[in-house]
């Protein structure tokens, strides 16, 4: 009994000391905590009830659906082999002769060129969307340029604090850029914490707006959530943008459910030129937290888009679903909507480019009758 005593508390002690290295390797990328003047203007916000920020539609789970969903992951949930276009910094110097161009980088990083300024949105060069380098989701594939080949960036744009939109190694590498930076409500305390200086730092609610060079940047709605611990649960706001330049307007979805202010974004700030809005990493039994490809194109419609740009997929694997399921299910979707889908890091002029050939593999996959996604809480 004595020898099992023993190894069990061994055992304890190696856990205790295993899970030591994480939590330390782990703290720098939780950040700090918004205090002071920030935190109080945080808690009047119109978002903000009983310390904690919330949905206008509250969200939804199904948790029988998701234990389901983890029996069923898809054989094709990650490609075998994914590499991204080459990208030269060359390609992006000259100004997009139709005023706006989009680079994808994967999942929901991209640069837009919109009118003479470049914003960059939710920037991710880590291998892992982790707080530690050696675990976590990887990224299928390595970024198509370097983070210092990039032209000057006039905005970096945050949509909300996971892991997968708001990459501590990528904003600490970014800390010296002469940006600003434009974060919804209380992420700016992540950003001094990580030694971006505060005169650089943008902080929004909804509806509330930033001139940045020629061009003006809304913080608008979405429906989604917040943390990067098990204890700060909603304590920073989330959020998807709409940019207007001097001739055109692009909006940028971030995370989001489907959700009621959709129409009136539109109203007021459209209508839009492209419409870059998530379509990826859904399930039924989340279905308030991701809106996919059917309701995106849904969305598309409400926001008085043009041409439709599908993010968030392609990048690496948060939900059980096959990695092309998501465009092709939107592609079955659009109409006679224009759907640009290029290659990472492929430049393109959405408002010019001719319709780009699928350049992934056919494989199979399930279709909006087989698995819909349907958010609750929607007004006819």
């Given at each position: ?188 305390a992540y950003l001094e914490g990580w030694g971006i200086a505060a ?145 990472p890091g492929q430049p393109v002029e959405p408002l010019t480019s ?22 609750s809480g929607l007004r006819p």
């Open positions: 009994m004595t020898r099992i005593r023993r190894l069990l508390l061994g055992a304890l002690a190696l856990t205790l000391v295993f899970l030591g290295v994480v939590l330390v390797q782990a703290w720098p990328a939780f950040g700090a905590r918004a205090e002071g003047v920030r935190r109080a203007r945080m808690e009047q916000s119109p978002q903000w009830h009983d310390g904690s920020f919330v949905n206008p539609e509250p969200i939804i789970n199904h948790v029988g659906t998701m234990l389901d969903g983890m029996l069923h992951v898809s054989e094709h949930a990650s490609p075998t082999s994914l590499q991204a276009a080459p990208l030269e910094p060359a390609a992006l110097r000259s100004p997009p002769a139709s005023g706006v161009r989009i680079t994808w980088f994967g999942h929901s990083t991209t640069l837009i060129e919109l009118d003479g300024q470049r914003v960059l949105t939710d920037p991710s060069w880590s291998e892992r969307s982790s707080p530690i380098a050696w675990l976590g989701p990887r990224h299928w594939f390595r970024p198509p340029i370097a983070l210092a080949e990039l032209p000057p960036i006039d905005a970096v744009v945050i949509s909300h604090d996971h892991y997968d939109h708001l990459d501590h190694g990528t904003l600490v590498a970014m800390k010296d850029w002469p940006t600003k930076f434009v974060v919804p409500l209380g992420i700016g005169d650089k730092i943008i902080e929004l609610d909804w509806w509330e707006r930033a001139e940045v060079g020629a061009l003006t940047i809304v913080c608008t709605p979405a429906r989604h959530a917040s943390g990067r611990t098990p204890f700060d649960r909603d304590q920073t706001l989330w959020a998807s943008y709409a940019l207007l330049g001097s001739a055109h307007r692009v909006y940028f979805s971030g995370d989001t459910g489907m959700f009621n202010a959709l129409r009136e974004i539109g109203r007021k700030l459209g209508p839009f030129d492209v419409t870059m809005i998530e379509v990826g990493q859904y399930h039924g039994g989340w279905p308030d937290w991701h809106i996919g490809p059917e309701q995106a194109m849904s969305a598309h419609q409400q926001l008085r888009g043009k041409a439709f740009f599908p993010i968030h997929w392609g990048g690496l694997q948060l939900a059980y679903h096959g990695w092309t399921e998501p465009v092709e299910r939107v592609r079955a979707a659009a109409g006679s909507t224009p759907v640009v889908i290029p290659r001719p319709a780009l050939a699928p350049w992934w593999p056919k494989l199979p996959f399930e279709s909006a009758q087989d698995a819909p996604i349907v958010s």
